[in-house]
């Protein structure tokens, strides 16, 4: 009697929690129609370089799929038919073996790896930092903007050395001119990530990576540093505004007025560790031509921005 | 010596009172663990169990009882691996948007940044290194000397070595929550952040030799395994007879015993540069921190496949068990695993595919993961033509495996993604990695829970409760869809990881959908703990004989469960792959052996307990940089290492007339069907009289 009552309750609960199952698959289709998907950033490309990011997701998602989802039906469909329970299936309890099986089921991965591969050593050239093909045709003939990208604890600097100004925790970029980016790291491992407008490059101490793209509308759009820096790292985002190539050229006169100067003795002040939480912007005019390649040069010879021990007994 | 923050002393080197930390959230893990400790203590002293603790366990070279201490000690890393990962999501759901509360001094949620990182940093080392490993390794410690006919491992002084030093690399993480702090850089460590100038602390040291002492352990019984897989082999057990699970253990060990090596070399380096000023993997001077980014992940990748590679092989044994059909296209099965543990050697790099290396070495690395895929898939295919013509049993250890298979479906779908740098790129340090990883690494969960509900009886003879299993696979699925689909969904948001701070409140639903998630989680982990607890209450009507599924197809059981301490009564002649169904077939399998002989067991020695306690207070003084008590501790471990070279007297006999006297007695205690599964050469084997 108490077993059967048992039994019954344990039915229920796992009825309850097979529901479950679809019941959360609701839940979230129910958050993506809350006009959400101007969130989805990786969507959303503002530029060649994200929107190629985007078309390879999409073929290497489709491609994927097109075997996935088969096989999920196939399985689903030989565990249900062949279940113990239903007696009338047939059973063949040495069957282990079929040289036509095998073949199909390494010929159908070896396509598919061939596929992609191919697929993936196109991308990587078409994407790659310090060649991207598609901003060649996204831009042709038009002169680059040089942007020099210096992470510290935790803010970010762009120096642009043409115009001999900077900028903290900001980025102002004309629309549909290709942005060429140096970037260095004054402390530790960061990764200049710009959903809309770029992939992820990293910002790496002592080194100098590459990263270019061309915008292709004007707007504001979020940036993040992607590795993790530090116990500041979550507030080390910051804005970038495209703006069209008059409304740049504005904008960089006005730059040149600000009272603020930058050298590298100055840098090393700024560069102190710093918590951005209320996402402070700083104007820099006048700043030393070389800055970047000094900022490399103090790191090659052993300057580091030390963190204090945290409190006593910080958990 | 390098100079560090703080005050140093001789005698007690950097510790202070100060390092004791005056959160009330650790305070209160302290209590729950003194309480827990004190009541642990008490029924070992009331309950006069010293003695029994010491002779049966600590002291034990049984390579079953080490097995199972090592999946408790992964258990018990796995609940605060779990317990990190509840802090986690729960900081996340509060910290959103600017206008999100701070409780307990934080300005947002209720963990300061520093903390959090150390959660998250704990999170990821104990969840790879000490809940997934040992587990892993308990169960291939447990299973392959069974599987292979053999009477324990090739060197079982060498395996009470590895599991004591894994319990000091768990010991010394869980220490670091109430003395110091934690590494909050990471599990993966990268330079120069865990370098003196910017992570000062006593974290990254406790995270260094945590790892590096555990990792001693794992490689040596790496070596252990291989030696017994290759040489403990029972008569007949030849290579295209090896159960598949054996196969996957040899291969991972492979990988294990090539690459925790490295593992321990870049530690060892990144340690110099701490210890002594060295610059290995500093900024400047010199130093190169993608070095240490190559060499981390040399031995990071093969880890992957060492903790999957035996989730395949325990899908392999429990969907032919329960489909009750042999797996379908073994020679390629075995290749599969091969396969991957060797490409596993050529893909590190695609960990940072955005460290700006050129189009050509990214395309080679891209391509050569994309190879992974191939075997992969054969494996997936292969799982759905043993079901093929089957006949399905869907019990506990099914649905682990079936899940697991599903799971393994949506990583390789994401894993393809990540595989392709375009794509990489606008994903590489988001959550959606964070989502891939834990699907693959669900995979080795549902298989590790499979293969626990699966080999449970063999152990400790007697099943899992079955309703309350159930209801832990479904509230457990269900928290895996409900955490990682809404993560895997905000990564395209452009979610990075990470973030103590969520500066996009938008990202706010996704988050509460993943509190939701976590919360089946509990209720899941509700029902693991309420599933042991009956089991054991009940053992009496849920005992098991040799065969304990009824459908069993390899030689482990044919040997009585639970397992007597010398496994099998005489060591069996093999005939098949799949030994048991062999016999079935040919009405042996009920058989008993016609006469016993002396069987020669290694004796019980406290030696690897000792070294494993000097090897903790070696840690100890390591991270504290107390020189003198280091100095000490290692002078100890050599001295114990020739001490105990001098003993010869290290094996035991037992009598013939003994081992007669054992199995007479299991097979009393043993109802239902094939219980007395004796076992000899078949040339001394008689069938059993029907009806007794």
């Not at chain 2, 490993?133 to 090739?154: K, S």
């Not at chain 2, 599969?336 to 050129?358: D, E, K, N, P």
Request: glycine share 10%; with cysteine.
């Amino acid at each position: 009697m108490q077993a059967r009552r048992y039994d019954t309750i344990a039915r229920r609960v796992g009825y309850l929690a097979r529901s479950l199952v679809p019941l959360s698959l609701l839940f979230l289709s129910g958050c993506s129609a809350h006009g959400l998907s101007r969130q989805f950033l990786l969507f959303r490309p503002a530029g060649p370089l994200s929107a190629a990011d985007l078309r390879f997701t999409i073929l290497d998602v489709a491609v994927m799929l097109g075997i996935i989802i088969p096989t999920a039906v196939m399985t689903t469909y030989f565990l249900l038919r062949y279940r113990k329970t239903r007696a009338s299936a047939a059973y063949d309890p040495h069957w282990s073996h079929s040289n036509l099986i095998e073949i199909v089921v390494w010929t159908i991965p070896v396509l598919t790896v061939a596929l992609l591969g191919y697929e993936s050593y196109k991308g990587t050239y078409a994407v790659n930092p310090y060649d991207p093909r598609m901003i060649k045709t996204a831009a042709p003939g038009r002169a680059p903007l040089a942007v020099d990208v210096i992470t510290t604890d935790w803010q970010w600097l762009f120096i642009y050395p043409q115009q001999h100004i900077a900028i903290a925790n900001k980025l102002v970029i004309p629309r549909g001119t290709p942005v060429v980016f140096r970037m260095t790291s004054a402390t530790v491992v960061n990764d200049f990530f710009i959903p809309n407008l770029s992939g992820m490059i990293d910002v790496m101490p002592g080194m100098r990576t590459k990263q270019v793209l061309v915008a292709d509308k004007t707007g504001q759009y979020k940036g993040y540093s992607a590795n993790f820096s530090g116990s500041g790292f979550s507030w080390m985002g910051f804005r970038t505004h495209v703006v069209s190539r008059s409304g740049f050229t504005r904008w960089a006169q006005a730059m040149e007025k600000s009272p603020r100067h930058l050298d590298y003795a100055q840098f090393n002040v700024f560069a102190k560790p710093t918590t951005n939480t209320d996402g402070k912007t700083y104007a820099f005019s006048q700043v030393h031509a070389r800055l970047f390649d000094q900022v490399i040069k103090g790191v090659l010879a052993g300057k580091v921005y030390t963190t204090r021990l945290p409190p006593p007994g910080a958990a | 010596m390098v100079n560090v923050q703080g005050p140093w002393s001789p005698l007690i080197g950097r510790l202070s009172l100060g390092a004791i930390p005056d959160n009330p959230i650790i305070a209160g893990a302290f209590l729950f663990s003194a309480v827990l400790g004190v009541v642990i203590l008490g029924y070992l002293t009331f309950g006069h169990k010293w003695g029994y603790l010491w002779r049966e366990w600590l002291t034990t070279v049984d390579h079953k009882k080490i097995g199972v201490m090592y999946i408790l000690i992964g258990l018990v890393m796995l609940f605060r691996g779990f317990i990190d990962a509840v802090m986690m999501r729960t900081q996340q759901v509060l910290a959103d948007g600017p206008h999100s509360p701070g409780f307990l001094g934080a300005a947002h949620g209720y963990l300061l940044p520093y903390h959090f990182d150390q959660i998250y940093s704990a999170h990821g080392t104990i969840m790879i290194l000490f809940a997934a490993t040992p587990i892993l390794v308990g169960l291939m410690n447990i299973i392959v000397p069974l599987q292979i006919g053999a009477r324990d491992m090739a060197f079982p002084y060498l395996n009470a070595l590895g599991l004591w030093l894994t319990a000091v690399g768990a010991a010394l993480i869980m220490l670091s929550l109430f003395l110091g702090d934690f590494s909050h850089a990471g599990w993966v460590g990268l330079t120069p952040l865990t370098e003196m100038a910017y992570s000062p602390g006593v974290g990254v040291d406790y995270w260094i030799w945590a790892i590096q002492i555990a990792s001693v352990g794992t490689t040596l019984g790496a070596a252990n395994l291989i030696a017994t897989i290759i040489k403990m082999r029972a008569p007949g057990m030849t290579w295209s007879r090896l159960p598949i699970f054996t196969w996957t253990s040899l291969s991972t060990n492979i990988i294990a015993l090539t690459s925790f090596p490295v593992l321990g070399v870049a530690l060892g380096l990144l340690g110099a540069d701490r210890y002594f000023g060295t610059h290995f993997f500093t900024a400047g001077l010199g130093g190169n921190l993608m070095l240490y980014a190559d060499l981390f992940w040399i031995w990071g990748h093969p880890e992957v496949y060492f903790v999957i590679l035996p989730a395949f092989g325990m899908m392999s044994e429990i969907i032919p068990t329960f489909a009750e059909k042999p797996l379908f296209g073994y020679a390629t099965m075995v290749a599969a695993s091969f396969a991957i543990a060797g490409v596993s050697w050529s893909v590190w790099l695609h960990h940072f595919f955005t460290m700006g290396a050129g189009p050509s070495v990214n395309t080679f690395f891209s391509i050569a993961t994309m190879i992974v895929g191939i075997p992969t898939g054969v494996k997936v295919f292969n799982w759905a033509f043993t079901v093929y013509h089957g006949r399905s049993r869907f019990e506990t250890p099914m649905l682990w495996a079936v899940g697991a298979l599903f799971m393994l479906l949506l990583g390789g779908l994401t894993g393809m993604m990540l595989a392709m740098p375009p794509i990489n790129y606008s994903v590489h340090n988001s959550v959606f990695v964070v989502a891939h990883f834990h699907t693959m690494l669900m995979v080795v969960i549902y298989g590790i829970m499979g293969a626990v509900a699966y080999w449970f009886p063999k152990v400790f003879g007697f099943k899992l409760d079955e309703p309350l299993g159930k209801r832990f696979f479904w509230f457990f699925t269900a928290g895996t869809i409900m955490v990682f689909i809404p993560m895997y969904t905000s990564g395209f948001m452009g979610m990075t990881r990470r973030l103590d701070y969520i500066a996009n409140p938008a990202l706010l639903p996704f988050e509460i959908a993943e509190e939701i998630g976590i919360g089946l989680y509990v209720v899941s982990v509700y029902y693991f703990v309420r599933q042991l607890f009956v089991s054991v209450r009940d053992r009496a009507s849920h005992r098991v004989g040799a065969d304990a599924w009824g459908s069993a197809r390899t030689l482990e059981w044919l040997t009585p469960s639970p397992v007597p301490f010398y496994n099998y009564a005489v060591t069996p002649r093999v005939h098949a792959r799949d030994e048991l169904v062999w016999r079935r077939e040919q009405g042996l399998e009920a058989a008993t052996a016609a006469h016993y002989e002396d069987i020669l067991m290694p004796k019980n020695t406290p030696v690897p307990l000792v070294i494993g306690a000097f090897a903790m207070t070696l840690g100890f003084g390591l991270v504290w940089r107390i020189w003198w008590l280091t100095d000490a501790s290692f002078l100890g471990i050599i001295l114990t290492v020739i001490a105990r070279s001098f003993v010869r007297d290290t094996d035991y006999v037992v009598r013939a007339g003994e081992v007669r006297k054992i199995e007479q007695g299991l097979r009393g205690n043993t109802p239902g069907t094939g219980g007395d599964g004796t076992q000899g050469g078949v040339g001394v084997w008689r069938p059993q009289e029907s009806g007794s």
